[in-house]
Nanobody
């Protein structure tokens, strides 16, 4: 059974940095694209970043482009989201997710396995 476990959330001041980790078990890590999504109090869960399975091409939401970096370590079966210049509007629950395909996708429906989520709060 595939399992994703996020870690690294917490409280951070505006302008600060955090790194989220997503540990993957139960699936060949390099077989599918993976992504990060977030859900604020607003109703929709939104795409944040994605990375492909083999070549590690990446794609970011406009709201985080240039501030954050998605990466993965195939030897440790982990994916990361390195976040800098955090702002209050980045406050949300962050989820890692495994896609059903190898190519990049920003559609929530293309991801079939989700972590439990980790809260990030950006506040002074």
């Amino acid at each position: 059974q595939v399992r994703l476990v996020e870690s690294g959330g917490g409280l951070v001041q505006p302008g600060g940095s955090l790194t989220l980790s997503c540990a993957v078990s139960g699936r060949t890590f390099n077989s599918h694209a993976m992504g990060w999504f977030r859900q604020a109090p607003a109703p929709a869960r939104e795409f944040v970043a994605a990375i492909t399975s083999i070549v590690s091409w990446t794609h970011y939401a406009d709201s985080v482009k240039g501030r954050w970096t998605i990466s993965k370590d195939d030897t440790e079966n982990k994916m990361y989201l390195h976040m800098s210049s955090l702002q209050p509007e980045d406050t949300a629950i962050y989820y890692c997710a495994a896609s059903t395909m190898r190519r990049l996708t920003i559609s929530e429906t293309d991801y079939d396995v989700w972590g439990q989520g980790t809260q990030i709060t950006v506040s002074s």
